[in-house]
T-cell receptor, first 113, second 112 residues
Framework: KQEVTQIPAALSVPEGENLVLNCSFT??????LQWFRQDPGKGLTSLLL?????REQTSGRLNASLDKSSGRSTLYIAASQPGDSATYLC????????????FGAGTILRVKS | ETGVTQTPRHLVMGMTNKKSLKCEQH?????MYWYKQSAKKPLELMFV???????ENNSVPSRFSPECPNSSHLFLHLHTLQPEDSALYLC???????????FGQGTRLTVV
């Protein structure tokens, strides 16, 4: 059974700092890995998706990497801003068909101005 | 606007009530999902529909009854719920040939 763990559970940083959020999964046979952002009481916004054949994806200040062999993914946020404050979730898709996702518990990020 | 719309956004219901949650997607997807997000717990998959057919029920109690009349609409019918069912219920959609999932804003359900 696939399990996803995110470290740290919470992170508080000053504005402008570069930071790394970690995600690990127990079964390396994933089809893809997706990073989401969730603002309090709201739904999920897709940030980046890395397919199993890829090693990384970039969007603006965000860069996500995937190492299937070690069961790890990282989300790198450059030059953090107060508007980046949110919960960041990673989710692994265990199979090719159906796109169901197994989620981690998330990292709560606070960027202080 | 995510392309996935959920209504209502907030719902308070008694344990003897019957209510329904609605989800609609305008993205041309053929798969839809219900997830539950409880406090301090990861999102849990509840149901999966592919081409209007239920393909997964993740051991969800029968007091939750899903319905998918077409590929664009998904409902979650609720009856005789318990206070521990209070949570954020999220709908998602995707295309079976494209991996990215898109989520709605959720319905915050409180059972009193």
């Amino acid at each position: 059974k696939q399990e996803v763990t995110q470290i740290p559970a919470a992170l508080s940083v000053p504005e402008g700092e570069n930071l790394v959020l970690n995600c690990s999964f127990t079964d390396s046979a994933i089809y893809n890995l997706q990073w989401f952002r969730q603002d309090p009481g709201k739904g999920l916004t897709s940030l980046l998706l890395i397919q199993s054949s890829q090693r990384e994806q970039t969007s603006g200040r965000l860069n996500a990497s995937l190492d299937k062999s070690s069961g790890r993914s990282t989300l790198y946020i450059a030059a953090s801003q107060p508007g980046d404050s949110a919960t960041y979730l990673c989710a692994a898709q265990p199979g090719e068909y159906g796109n169901k996702l197994v989620f981690g518990a998330g990292t709560i990020l606070r960027v202080k101005s | 606007e995510t392309g996935v719309t959920q209504t209502p956004r907030h719902l308070v219901m008694g344990m003897t009530n019957k209510k329904s949650l609605k989800c609609e997607q305008h993205l041309g997807h053929n798969a839809m999902y219900w997830y539950k997000q409880s406090a301090k717990k990861p999102l849990e998959l509840m149901f999966v529909y592919n081409f209007k057919e239920q393909t997964e029920n993740n051991s969800v109690p029968s007091r939750f009854s899903p319905e998918c009349p077409n590929s664009s609409h998904l409902f979650l019918h609720l009856h005789t719920l318990q206070p521990e069912d209070s949570a954020l219920y999220l709908c998602a959609s995707s295309h079976t040939t494209a991996p990215e999932a898109f989520f709605g804003q959720g319905t915050r359900l409180t059972v009193v």
